[in-house]
């Protein structure tokens, strides 16, 4: 019974950050009784530096608070869906973050060019010893850490210190999200 229920997670999760990424707002609203991007907004005082990496990205919304408040995020998520939603959600807010489509554990960015990096809410891309390599090889010194509390409390010690970590080249080959 526990596998099948694992099985059904991944199934959802799957769908909502793709074919269902309309419907991400929503759903995190519900789950949250409203309070997700407030959740998601308490990572930003644990960023040092400014230029920051937002694994998993999602429709955009702590990008746009990131750069209200000063920073110079970068997103990076593997989800098109999401992509278009965040693409749409900085246009509104005039807004020229470049969004990155790539895996977490191949990151096309030069060693060292972000000075910290963060994850809210991650799914278990976040627990893959190839993601937190390439988050540590990407940030400026290994160290900085924000995570939200459900990865907190769900993580190891190397994963909390990898949930906020910065990027690979000024120069880099980026992938656009289109």
């Not at 991400?24 to 040092?48: E, M, N």
């Not at 593997?78 to 965040?86: C, E, I, Q, T, V």
Request: charged letters at 20%; aromatic letters at 8%.
């Amino acid at each position: 019974m526990r596998r099948l229920w694992w099985t059904f997670l991944r199934f959802f999760f799957r769908q909502l950050y793709n074919e269902l990424a309309c419907t991400y707002d929503l759903v995190a609203w519900v789950v949250s009784l409203g309070q997700w991007r407030a959740w998601g907004r308490t990572a930003i005082p644990h960023l040092p530096g400014k230029r920051v990496l937002e694994l998993g990205h999602g429709p955009g919304h702590l990008l746009v608070a990131m750069a209200e408040r000063g920073l110079t995020p970068v997103g990076l998520d593997l989800s098109p869906h999401m992509g278009r939603l965040a693409q749409r959600r900085l246009r509104r807010a005039q807004s020229s973050i470049p969004l990155v489509r790539a895996q977490t554990q191949d990151l096309p960015f030069s060693a060292g060019c972000f000075d910290s990096a963060v994850a809210t809410f991650p799914t278990e891309f976040i627990l893959n010893l190839a993601t937190l390599r390439e988050v540590a090889r990407v940030l400026r010194r290994p160290e900085p850490a924000a995570c939200t509390e459900p990865c907190r409390s769900a993580c190891t010690e190397p994963c909390r210190s990898a949930c906020t970590e910065p990027c690979r080249s000024e120069g880099h080959s980026r992938r656009a999200v289109s």
